[in-house]
């Protein structure tokens, strides 16, 4: 008669680790990945392209929470491959935190990732006909605050029929490099869920983002597209379902079409209150699309919302663009290159070009990225001495993957959680 009791208890505990959200603020499919928290924690110590203590170490094996020691630049030669269950918590980097610059990352097969607040800038350097960011396979990932730029071929893209329950939140996907200039494919099939919300496209030619399948793209802005267009509908055999809601499109030096393109009878969308301001002003004054298919670039417009895992808040279009611009990307400290992106935005037309090299003005490379003081961390557990007598850890105790106060999250977790404000999300 006792083991009933144990194993209602038992389902109840799996139940509840498979509902926690993957940090406060997760949205989205892809809103309970489980990152590291059943493994270890790696904490990077240096710069390096490669060996102990650098990035790349810390993603090559599963079941890890990495934290960094130190800020600044990494330059890396070949791509980087993550493995399974993986968190990389770029927040926890002293100084401007931490930009990857010179080739790509596949997170092809990385389930139940966490990436945030990270910078991905590929470059003329990268692997010819490759992304900044691949995923073409794999689930129940999500990223937050990253900010990815200069793809060789898409910028970020999700390419993949089984890659699903993925999110890409609160970031900014920028100027793949010319001739391509991709922001990304986003194409699964039905049943395979994306999410992007309160995202940034800027300063890509084309597929802002080129979606199939299950979709569900809410409160993003897209800035200075090209003749390629903003958001393509399909534009391919196998159905889509998507909801587009919220959004903004504003037009910048570059945009010659229509913000939808390419929709077909095949691509099935319910459309809301989205906005485009196409005069190029200087002002953010744009005008509601009327709910026209025509309007859509000629997709299946459909009555319903379809029931997709929503925001907790949708906000206005308007209301997008502002928070796009206070916190999109990795703006816990912003770079000069989103600080340059962010200030062409918030020129509402008037400022923005395509790139085909990031070395050249207006962007002249990734700049400087301050790497701050290391703290003490007496134990090597990767949170700094004065944070644990804070969060009631054990300064002299290996303890970070503990969970002291019991709400699901390892104490590191906690740490690199806290040092994100509230209004972030």
């Known amino acids: 008669m006792l083991l009933l009791p144990f194993f209602w208890l038992l389902a109840l505990q799996i139940q509840l680790a498979a509902a926690l959200l993957a940090f406060p603020g997760a949205e989205g499919f892809g809103r309970n990945a489980i990152g590291g928290r059943q493994g270890s924690v790696y904490v990077v110590t240096n710069l390096d392209d490669s060996g102990t203590g650098s990035l790349r170490d810390a993603v090559s094996k599963p079941d890890r929470i990495v934290v960094f020691a130190i800020g600044g630049l990494i330059r890396i030669k070949d791509r980087v491959v993550v493995s399974k269950r993986i968190s990389i918590l770029g927040q926890t980097a002293p ?106 496209y800027i300063d890509n030619k084309t597929r802002n983002p080129k979606v199939k399948g299950s979709n ?122 989103d600080t340059r992106l962010i200030s062409e935005l918030t020129s509402w037309g008037v400022q923005g070009q395509l790139i085909s090299d990031e070395n050249n003005n207006p962007m002249t490379g990734p700049g400087n990225v301050a790497g701050g003081t290391r703290a003490t961390d007496s134990d090597a557990d990767g949170i700094p001495d004065d944070v644990e007598k804070k969060i009631g850890s054990d300064a002299t105790k290996n303890d970070a993957m503990a969970d002291n106060d019991g709400n699901g999250y390892a104490n590191v977790e906690d740490w690199a959680n806290s040092l994100i404000p509230e209004s972030y999300y």
Not at 327 to 334: C, D, L, P, W
């Open 95 to 200: 100084g401007d935190g931490i930009t990857v610059y010179g080739n790509g990352w596949s997170f092809s097969n990385a389930d139940d990732t966490i990436v945030r607040y990270i910078r991905f800038r590929m470059g003329k350097s990268g692997a010819s006909g490759k992304d900044a960011i691949t995923i073409a396979s794999g689930s129940n990932m999500i990223f937050d605050h990253v900010s990815v730029s200069w793809g060789r071929d898409e910028t970020f893209s999700i390419s993949g029929s089984d890659a699903s329950n993925i999110t890409i939140q609160n970031s900014i996907i920028a100027q793949g490099l010319e001739t391509h200039s991709c922001g990304g494919l986003i194409q699964t099939s039905v049943g395979n869920g994306i999410s992007l919300f309160r995202n940034l």
């Open 216 to 337: 569900d793209f809410t409160n993003n802005v897209v800035y200075n597209w090209g003749a390629g267009g903003a958001y393509i509908a399909g534009d391919s055999d196998g159905l889509s379902e998507a909801n587009i809601i919220g959004n903004y499109f504003v037009s910048g030096p570059s945009s010659t079409v229509a913000a939808f393109t390419r929709g077909n009878a095949q691509f099935h969308g319910y459309v809301e209150k989205n906005f485009v301001d196409s005069n190029k002003d200087g002002t953010l004054n744009g005008q509601e699309l009327g709910v026209t298919s025509s309007n859509y670039g000629g997709l299946a417009l459909q009555s319903r919302k379809f029931s997709y895992p929503a925001p907790s808040k949708i906000l206005s279009a308007t209301d997008a663009a502002k928070y796009v611009q206070r916190f999109a990307g990795a703006s816990k400290v912003r770079d000069v290159v």
